[in-house]
């Protein structure tokens, strides 16, 4: 089964139990303390408090995320591990007061186990470790084996949007993709493996967080679920790393094409290649939905995915502009579903292209300074803020780029340093602004890393 089958699967499952299919919002929340759409509930937080009325009791969707910053924040994973994205898929059922636990674990086992067929044997469950209520139905009810059910504490069973907003006790469903993958259930020391994998999140939305920390319970009890499209497909498609189902394979292979690079001959160009799919995606789904290359706020952060994908182009051998050109897959691959990357393919790929060119001037000066840097504080040694200052400054090197680079060395950053830098040249602009007379405001900038 491909993922848009996958996809469709899902919406018909649960539009036969009474869901309507709604479509996913854009990237770009109206909430005020999110940068981006990182959940499938977000649109719906003003139904979860009450605000709103919704339409329907129950809906389900596909939800673009984007966890590349803030609360949820899976960049530093990507590329190398197998199932973290900057951009994904969220297939969710939603339930607005009308079912609660009983349906909610009910309907995901019966997707998985009925209409996926998945072996029940390979299900791990969590629950919160205080709610027996779900602990009883999916050990009495469903009959999962206690073995096979864990109870775990707040920092993985009780999920919150960000530091405010609605939450709630949540259960979480894992496959174990088998004893030839390193890692154990989750609670134990090697839940952190790539055996077990999360691939549903079951959130039973009960409380209204806010911004003293206090839990106020929502009007109704709701149901948030989340499962990860590339995750369940990676499981249906009988592989082991996400990057390996038809969606990424197909680009991977245009960005093979593209840089002459054979996937599988060497591991760390491999890690390049995913992260070049990855960070694509981002890119092209948020220009997609109107964010542009900035240094401030939500373009910031794609210029940053862009830059560092561009790196990844050039650890490739690249030396000219081309992930524009893999926009086009893209477009093939997810296009169907997602109609604002069909219609805006012309604009994503011109200011990709822009983007790439401008930046390639400055990549190679700035990675000479990086590796002068290096040879500069020597083993164990730190890179001062002053050239973290430079290579961002002069050479458009985000300070998490160049922690990229850095990955797995034995050099440290010297961030306080860079911030006194980013603190002064602030002040500087400051002083020269003689215009209006209005008091100028810092900009607003978003932390790099
Ligand atoms: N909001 C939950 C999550 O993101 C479930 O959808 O995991």
Request: aromatic share 10%; with cysteine.
């Amino acid at each position: 089964m491909n993922s848009s089958e996958l996809r469709q699967s899902f919406f018909d499952f649960f539009a036969d139990r009474g869901h309507t299919v709604v479509p996913s919002a854009s990237l770009l929340p109206s909430s005020p303390n999110l940068l981006f759409t990182n959940a499938g509930m977000t649109q719906f937080v003003p139904i979860l408090r009450g605000e709103n009325k919704a339409s329907n009791p129950s809906v389900t969707d596909t939800q673009k995320c984007i966890r590349a910053g803030g609360k949820h924040n899976d960049l530093e994973d990507v590329g190398f591990d197998t199932y973290h994205h900057t951009f994904f898929e969220m297939l969710g059922n939603f339930s607005f007061g009308d079912y609660f636990k009983h349906d909610a674990i009910a309907y995901a086992w019966e997707f998985l186990t009925v209409e996926m067929k998945l072996d029940a044997e390979r299900l791990f469950i969590t629950v919160f470790e205080e709610d027996d209520e779900a602990y009883d139905i999916w050990t009495k009810e469903i009959g999962v084996p206690a073995d096979r059910v864990a109870r775990i504490g707040a920092k993985d069973n009780f999920w919150s949007m960000g530091d405010t907003g609605p939450c709630g006790r949540c259960s979480e469903i894992f496959f174990d993709h088998g004893a030839d993958v390193w890692g154990g259930p989750p609670g134990t020391p090697e839940e952190d493996g790539d055996r077990y994998i999360e691939i549903w999140n079951l959130v039973f939305m009960q409380y209204d967080r806010n911004e003293e920390g206090v839990l106020t319970p929502l009007p109704k009890p709701s149901v948030d679920t989340g499962m990860g499209l590339e995750r369940i497909s990676a499981v249906m498609q009988g592989v082991h790393n996400n990057y390996d189902i038809d969606l990424f394979k197909n680009l991977i292979s245009v960005a093979c094409r593209e840089t002459g690079i054979v996937f599988g001959d060497s591991a760390e160009a491999d890690v390049s290649l995913r992260v070049l799919a990855d960070h694509l995606r981002s890119v092209a789904f948020l220009l997609a939905d109107g964010v542009l290359p900035s240094n401030e706020g939500r373009g910031f952060v794609l210029r940053r995915i862009l830059r560092r994908a561009c790196r990844h182009g050039r650890l490739l051998g690249k030396q000219e502009a081309f992930i524009y050109k893999l926009v086009d897959a893209l477009v093939k691959e997810m296009g169907g579903h997602f109609v604002e990357l069909r219609e805006m393919q012309g604009n994503i790929e011109q200011v990709i292209r822009i983007e790439e060119e401008r930046f390639i001037k400055t990549l190679d000066k700035g990675l000479k300074l990086v590796e002068q840097a290096v040879s500069d504080a020597g083993e164990g040694g730190t890179i001062p803020g002053k050239t973290l200052f430079t290579l961002y400054d002069t050479f458009g090197f985000p300070t998490d780029l160049t922690a990229d680079i850095l990955k797995g060395s034995n050099i440290g950053l010297d961030m306080e340093g860079f911030e006194s830098c980013m603190e002064e040249q602030r002040t500087r602009e400051r002083a020269a602004w003689g215009g209006s007379g209005d008091a100028s405001l810092p900009k607003a900038r978003v932390e790099p890393g």
